[in-house]
């Protein structure tokens, strides 16, 4: 808490007592402190592959790699990649501060869970062509209060997971069912897992269980936190459970119908 004193005085010029006002400072720097961090793990997760990608225009800038084809293709592989990562990074990092915002706002309506969850596989499909998403619906009837286009991207961002850290041809099942006021939709794989420890670690944002989890899979290290940010704008929760080496669990909640 800072202290700001004032003497109080009488006519004369006398003190005759102080005013003391506190303030509580320590969630304000709380927030200041957070707000620093993140801009500082912003820097270098942009930097990297901008790094990247000046160094490889820059070498081929040289016209060195004229005589080595496989080496100027190699050159324009890692600005392509690179390139596609950072665009992903600020798109999610878009996402995130729009979705801490307070001038953002989720517009909510009736929706079938159903139909979030075919969309959702829908557009996961396409990479997950290798894999077997099972889609275990029931009863399909189900309606939730939410914001399609957001609840529909928390669960992309949970199946490209499932997806990205399963074996080839495991099955991923996706579910909903009615809870007494709630909806809980889960999202399961048969994976690799995820330690105990990490399992709400994962949710903050560029957290992830393995450093070379972004490298070799391509992640941000962002979408959890995203699916998080999205759940709790609904007043919903969203966590884990997983078995090391048999797979893991996503649960999130939504309301069943509209708030009065
Ligand atoms: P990323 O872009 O790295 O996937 P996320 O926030 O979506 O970022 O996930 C954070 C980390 O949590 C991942 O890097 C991975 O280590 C771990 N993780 C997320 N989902 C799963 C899953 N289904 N199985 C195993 N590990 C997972």
New binding site residues.
């Given amino acids: 808490i800072a202290w700001n004193n004032t003497l109080l005085r009488d006519s004369a010029g006398h003190i005759i007592g102080t005013v003391s006002i506190g303030e509580d400072i320590t969630e304000r720097q709380k927030i200041e402190q957070m707000k620093n961090e993140f801009i500082s793990i912003v820097s270098h997760e942009l930097r990297t592959p901008l790094t990247a990608i000046r160094a490889s225009l820059g070498l081929l800038q040289t016209g060195i790699y004229e005589k080595k084809p496989d080496k100027l293709k190699r050159m324009i592989e890692i600005a392509a990649i690179d390139s596609e990562r950072l665009v992903r990074l600020v798109n999610d990092i878009l996402d995130l501060e729009r979705l801490d915002s307070a001038r953002a706002v989720l517009e909510k309506t009736t929706c079938k869970a159903s139909d979030l969850i075919r969309q959702a596989v829908e557009a996961v499909q396409a990479i997950a062509d290798r894999q077997q998403i099972a889609f275990d619906i029931h009863p399909t009837d189900i309606e939730v209060w939410a914001a399609s286009d957001a609840i529909v991207q928390t669960l992309i ?1 949970l199946l490209s ?2 997806v ?2 399963s074996p080839v041809g495991s099955t991923i099942t996706v579910s909903v069912e009615p809870q007494i006021d709630r909806a809980l939709f889960q999202v399961r ?1 048969r ?4 330690p105990a420890d990490k399992l709400e670690a ?1 949710f903050g944002r560029f ?4 450093a070379s ?2 490298r070799d ?1 391509g ?7 995203i699916c998080r940010s999205i759940i709790e704008r609904h007043g919903g929760r969203i966590w884990a459970e997983s078995s090391l080496g048999a797979g ?1 669990t996503f649960f999130f909640t939504l309301s069943l119908q509209q708030e009065a």
């Fill in positions: 961002n997971n499932a990205k850290f794989d994976g690799r897992g995820i994962i957290q992830q269980v393995d989890d972004s899979k992640g941000t290290g962002l979408g959890l936190a893991s």
